[in-house]
């Protein structure tokens, strides 16, 4: 989920800062995202789904766990 919410936000030419903007949150949550010490919530990721038209399950594959 680091690698792509990071891929996503440097393909749209945005800073953490940028992000945490549009999602209402601040940088130093973009930035525990991005590093995989945490995961945002549902509705975060929905968030995210909707700015970036990509599939949460595609960005946060890993948090859904669908390997077990």
Not at 4 to 29: C, F, M, P, S, Y
Not at 43 to 61: G, L, R, S
Request: hydrophobic share 40%; net charge negative.
């Amino acid at each position: 989920m680091a690698t792509k919410l990071k891929v996503l936000r440097a393909e749209h030419d945005l800073t953490q800062e940028d992000l945490a903007e549009i999602l209402g949150t601040n940088q130093k949550v973009i930035s525990t995202w991005e590093s995989g010490k945490s995961v945002p919530r549902p509705a975060m990721m929905q968030k995210i789904e909707d700015y970036f038209h990509v599939p949460k399950e595609e960005i946060f594959f890993a948090a859904f766990n669908y390997l077990n």
